[in-house]
């Protein structure tokens, strides 16, 4: 039976430069909350380290609204990180995760609702059918990306899909106690098992601003996607590494034969050859170990993940007894 006393639903939203569209996200989100849930839920927004006027608004809806928790990381941390920190500091028993762009829409939020009520599933997640205003150079990419994961990792992650998801209390929790400095979320959230379901949308364009995701933080992503649920790049070193090995022997027999044969083959067009190709194999090889090498490193470290600033949570205001005469 559901915890009366406790909230009925948390919303965590990370913002990051959102400040054109963040009032519009906050009153979509406020009446679809309010029509499934009545007042019992919390809006959570964590502002990660914006340099337009995201917090100042931030600031202003938690004032207005007594529902709405704004949190200030230090600096930027990064999306996972950000909204690890607002996972850590709401207290819904059913938590929704959504981008503050509103390219998820938040009106999905009751039929989500409604599958984990008839399924008594702990994880919805949203897996996009379409993907409204990106470019085609995104998508391809994206596709490239969720396919190569799929065969590379031993976890099942979905396909088509992203952060956007509706968590169960128990599942945010053991998400929580895992303490990974390079997180790659939905790939944690698939990795905690339990029963989880998918919901089919069509994914919109993003209401205002411009995508936080350019290449170069996709191929971050995508880098950290990896080595943190895969060891086959490990094994395809090793793997390399042998069959250099057996190049070399080959080469080697061969060289030693022209030599025992007095055929010694003249010019240097051989030997750049052989030198490039062992000297860029082990490079390939050494540079794939100091990726998982690097973050080993990070992680002995203990440092924590992220660094709160401030936070601003209104209390609500007292209703105002009569007094007896």
Not at 2 to 25: D, I, Q, Y
Not at 79 to 104: F, P, S
Not at 211 to 222: C, E, V
């Amino acid at each position: 039976m559901p915890n009366k006393s406790r909230l009925a639903l948390s919303v965590v939203a990370p913002c990051f430069n959102e400040a054109a569209g963040l009032e519009e996200f906050h009153r979509r989100v406020r009446e679809v909350c309010r029509s499934v849930i009545g007042d019992r839920y919390e809006i959570v927004l964590v502002d990660d380290g914006s340099r337009d006027a995201t917090w100042p608004i931030m600031c202003d809806i938690a004032r207005s609204n007594h529902k709405v928790v704004a949190i200030r990381l230090s600096r930027n941390h990064g999306h996972q990180l950000a909204l690890t920190a607002g996972l850590q500091h709401c207290k819904g028993e059913r938590v929704l995760i959504i981008d503050a762009d509103l390219q998820d829409p938040p009106e999905l939020l009751p039929a989500m609702m409604k599958i984990m009520d008839e399924s008594d599933a702990d994880v919805v997640y949203g897996q996009r059918r379409m993907r409204n205003g990106e470019t085609r150079f995104k998508m391809l990419t994206a596709e490239m990306f969720y396919r190569l994961l799929q065969r590379l990792t031993d976890v099942p992650i979905p396909v088509d899909t992203g952060d956007f998801r509706l968590m169960s209390q128990r599942a945010v929790a053991v998400l929580n106690g895992m303490p990974e400095h390079y997180r790659f979320i939905r790939g944690m959230v698939s990795w905690i098992g339990m029963t989880q379901l998918a919901f089919l949308y069509d994914r919109g364009a993003r209401f205002a601003g411009q995508t936080k995701y350019p290449l170069s933080k996709m191929i971050r992503f995508a880098i950290d996607a990896i080595t943190g649920f895969s060891i086959v790049p490990l094994r395809f070193a090793s793997f390399m590494g042998v069959c250099v090995g057996l190049i070399s022997l080959v080469l080697l027999s061969y060289t030693l034969g022209s030599w025992a044969f007095g055929r010694v083959v003249e010019g240097w067009t051989s030997l750049s050859t052989i030198f490039l190709v062992v000297s860029s194999a082990q490079l390939l090889v050494l540079g794939c170990i100091g990726e998982y090498l690097g973050r080993l490193y990070m992680e002995a470290k203990n440092r924590p993940l992220f660094v709160i600033d401030k936070v601003i949570r209104r209390s609500p205001t007292p209703t105002k007894t009569k007094r007896r005469r």
